[in-house]
């Protein structure tokens, strides 16, 4: 298995403002990812950080809203950039390690105001 | 693009009653599919993956490529199986192009079963 600790559990921000969530893992992986889950919604797949090269983001997510750093193995950063309420959401950090299965962290929960 | 569905957001049961929770794919090549599970204050996880042809908790799910369809079955349904459960996809193709990527999942929307004594 896999330890995800993330920070903050949960946050109230000004729209205009950024967030930056963080993730540590226990232990090395290859990869992380972010997800989001807005309210009602199911969990979409923002982006995949591997460490040493720049964020694979999905189809809808760019780097300028969502810019994604991994400067190590077991660390991860997600930011929230120039946040709208429609930004409110639920945001996960997920690890995959040796296993036929995904890790994640508690989340993180933003409310824009 | 693949897509996952679950028609139903909320499921009652009474404890001791069969449970299934529905959940529907769309994908032009073969998937891998899951059932991912968050309990009160507890984070996702996950509960069952068809690969493994497991029997988790008592749950069972068999995938049903004419139907398209991934359901989750517990005979007797239990108050501790009150959760949300979400059934999630990743397409071989993922999988297998370059190593694994078992964290690259499309998930439904999710159900919230209720067990009631």
């Known amino acids: 298995s896999a330890v995800i600790s993330q920070k903050p559990s949960r946050d109230i921000c000004q729209r205009g403002t950024s967030l930056t969530i963080q993730c540590q893992v226990d232990?090395?992986?290859?990869?992380m990812f972010w997800y989001r889950q807005q309210p009602g919604q199911s969990l979409t797949l923002i982006a995949t950080a591997n460490q040493g090269s720049e964020a694979t983001y999905e189809s809808g997510f760019v780097i300028d809203k969502f810019p994604i750093s991994r400067p190590n193995l077991t660390f991860s950063t997600l930011t929230v950039s120039n946040m709208s309420p429609e930004d409110s959401s639920i945001y996960l950090c997920s690890v995959e390690r040796g296993s036929t299965e995904a890790f994640f962290g508690q989340g993180t929960r933003l409310t824009v105001v | 693009a693949q897509r996952v569905t679950q028609p139903e957001k909320l499921l009652s049961v009474f404890k001791g009653a069969p449970v299934e929770l529905k959940c529907n794919y769309s994908?032009?090549?073969?998937?891998?599919l899951f059932w991912y599970v968050q309990y009160s204050r507890q984070r996702l996880q996950l509960l069952l993956r068809?690969?493994s042809r497991e029997s988790i908790k008592g749950f069972t799910a068999d995938l049903n490529k004419g139907e398209t369809s991934f359901h989750l079955k517990k005979p007797f349904a239990q108050e501790e199986d009150s959760a949300m459960y979400y059934c999630?996809?990743?397409?071989?193709?993922?999988?297998?192009?370059?190593?694994?990527?078992?964290?690259?999942?499309?998930f439904g929307q999710g159900t919230i079963l209720t067990v009631h004594p």
């Open positions: 999630a996809l990743i397409p071989f193709t993922i999988l297998y192009a370059g190593g694994t990527s078992y964290g690259k999942l499309t």
């Open positions: 232990s090395q992986v290859t990869m």
């Open positions: 994908y032009s090549g073969s998937p891998e």
């Open positions: 068809h690969i």
